[in-house]
């Protein structure tokens, strides 16, 4: 993740601020500056004064007008202050007063965790609106998996999926504000269409709602790109993918949730798929998609996870070849069955093993990246941005790997934001972004 700071007021913040950015780099995400376009912004507030109170406010917003999609977070004195007065911003993700900022690193990696609940609806509400290159779209509720770590079966209420006409009405309405890709969500996207029928799961209809809903968001005027959100494993088929790669809008980039890669351990998930199984859904997609990019979650330190169980997920994970690994702490939620399994890992246990995932991803990450050096790809034009102090304009190619070109003519750029360019990679920057040059026709 990129995470951008900013501290107000006191010294003493200052030195919090720079004890936060270490614990963040050493868990294996990306300082950026303030002015960058960040995933998560963390405002260090202050409340001394009225005006300071003012300054956090107007700096929390100037957050969320960077990126309508970070996560935006308030830590420290204002936090504790407002909570006394009863206030409240809209534009804020998460409060984090004095008290919690020990543990802000922690509070902030389960709240990604359970990225796809929030990311979706803000998202989803940023699509409602504003002009965006890429617009995520939920069109799924709930779900009944009851993996064992997990309390969303037991608070978002049954399956819900949004009818194929409303969708399309709603992609409608995005390609006409410009939208050029749009993003198919849900909390268990597999299942979508489920409930519009008698069975009561998605294995007995082989995917084939989702693939109706693809195929009639792929006919919107306007939309280029539809990129789909996390899916189950198991609803990868080859009819599924055949019928997918028929699609010609539809993205080579899959999100497969792994979870673990030890069969032991995604017993004790209740996961339904072993580690073979998972791996026979990544070759069917590799047989109809040309070097698709599969990104996955893994969760380390679940209950009872010994040392040859995280192993054997280390390994699977190099095998498997994936082009992003997000790398998940276990967390006790209360109510779930994991939380009162017995062999809970210890926190240093957890975040030794992240670190060792975190860098095996990094590896993995740039296998991925490497071939595509010196090859031409389509890439989305999304906006300005400064990269080692420089003006770039930054996209994702098909594949979702973040591509940047040098900033010219400042006019000529900002035409270019929103359109599909074809881009020749030439080198990696020092951030990991791809630098490219446009291929001129
Ligand atoms: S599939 Fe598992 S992790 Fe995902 S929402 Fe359902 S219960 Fe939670």
């Known amino acids: 993740m990129r995470v951008a700071f900013l501290s107000l007021g006191c010294k003493v913040n200052y030195y919090e601020t720079e004890k936060m950015k270490e614990k963040f780099g050493e868990r294996g995400h990306m300082i950026v500056s303030f002015e960058e376009k960040a995933d998560i912004y963390i405002i260090n507030t202050c409340t001394v004064t009225n005006i300071a109170d003012r300054k956090s406010r107007k700096m929390l917003h100037r957050a969320r007008r960077m990126n309508g999609n970070a996560l935006v977070v308030a830590a420290g004195c204002y936090v504790d202050s407002a909570r006394k007065r009863g206030e409240t911003d809209g534009s804020v993700d998460f409060f984090i007063g004095n008290g919690e900022k020990d543990h802000l690193v922690e509070i902030l990696e389960n709240a990604l965790r359970e990225r796809e609940s929030w990311t979706v609806q803000r998202k989803s509400e940023a699509a409602e609106g504003e002009e965006h290159t890429r617009a995520y779209l939920k069109?799924?509720?709930?779900?009944?998996?009851?993996?064992?770590?997990?309390?969303?079966?037991?608070?978002?209420?049954?399956?819900?999926?949004?009818?194929?006409?409303?969708?399309?009405?709603?992609?409608?309405?995005?390609?006409?504000?410009?939208?050029?890709?749009?993003?198919?969500?849900?909390?268990?996207?597999?299942?979508?269409?489920?409930?519009?029928?008698?069975?009561?799961?998605?294995?007995?209809?082989?995917?084939?709602p989702l693939l109706s809903l693809i195929q009639a968001v792929g006919k919107v005027q306007g939309i280029r790109r539809i990129r789909l959100g996390s899916l189950e494993p198991r609803i990868i088929t080859h009819a599924f993918a055949e019928e997918l790669a028929g699609q010609e809008k539809v993205c080579p980039h899959f999100h497969l949730s792994l979870q673990s890669g030890c069969d032991d351990t995604l017993k004790r998930m209740n996961?339904?798929?072993?580690?073979?199984?998972?791996?026979?859904?990544?070759?069917?997609?590799?047989?109809?998609?040309?070097?698709?990019?599969?990104?996955?979650?893994?969760?380390?330190?679940?209950?009872?996870?010994?040392?040859?169980?995280?192993?054997?997920?280390?390994?699977?994970?190099?095998?498997?070849?994936?082009?992003?690994?997000?790398?998940?702490?276990?967390?006790?939620?209360?109510?779930t069955?994991?939380?009162?399994?017995?062999?809970?890992?210890?926190?240093?246990?957890?975040?030794?093993?992240?670190?060792?995932?975190?860098?095996?991803?990094?590896?993995?990450?740039?296998?991925?990246?490497?071939?595509?050096?010196?090859?031409?790809?389509?890439?989305?034009?999304?906006?300005?941005?400064?990269?080692?102090?420089?003006?770039?304009?930054?996209?994702?190619?098909?594949?979702?790997?973040?591509?940047?070109?040098?900033?010219?003519?400042?006019?000529?750029?900002?035409?270019?934001c929103n359109q599909i360019v074809p881009v020749r990679i030439c080198e990696q920057g020092e951030d990991g972004t791809w630098l490219g040059e446009m291929v001129t026709l």
């Not at 709930?142 to 969303?152: A, D, E, K, R």
């Not at 309405?173 to 198919?184: H, I, R």
């Not at 109809?288 to 969760?299: E, H, L, Q, S």
């Not at 997920?313 to 998940?328: D, N, P, Q, R």
């Open 337 to 416: 069955m994991a939380d009162a399994m017995e062999g809970q890992v210890p926190e240093q246990v957890k975040a030794e093993r992240s670190d060792r995932l975190i860098q095996i991803g990094r590896e993995l990450e740039q296998a991925y990246g490497a071939p595509f050096l010196g090859q031409e790809c389509q890439v989305l034009l999304e906006e300005i941005s400064r990269i080692q102090g420089k003006d770039f304009l930054v996209g994702y190619h098909e594949r979702y790997v973040r591509v940047a070109i040098p900033v010219g003519d400042r006019k000529e750029a900002e035409r270019l």
């Open 139 to 208: 069109v799924q509720d709930g779900c009944n998996q009851y993996c064992t770590y997990c309390i969303i079966p037991y608070v978002r209420g049954p399956l819900a999926s949004k009818p194929e006409g409303q969708v399309v009405a709603e992609v409608e309405k995005l390609a006409e504000q410009g939208v050029q890709e749009v993003v198919l969500t849900g909390i268990h996207l597999s299942s979508y269409g489920v409930d519009f029928t008698e069975k009561k799961s998605f294995l007995e209809l082989d995917g084939k």
């Open 271 to 335: 996961r339904h798929y072993s580690g073979d199984e998972y791996l026979e859904k990544l070759e069917i997609l590799r047989k109809y998609f040309v070097r698709p990019a599969i990104t996955t979650d893994i969760i380390v330190g679940f209950p009872g996870e010994t040392e040859e169980e995280f192993a054997a997920t280390c390994a699977f994970a190099e095998g498997a070849g994936f082009a992003k690994i997000h790398v998940f702490k276990y967390s006790r939620r209360q109510g």
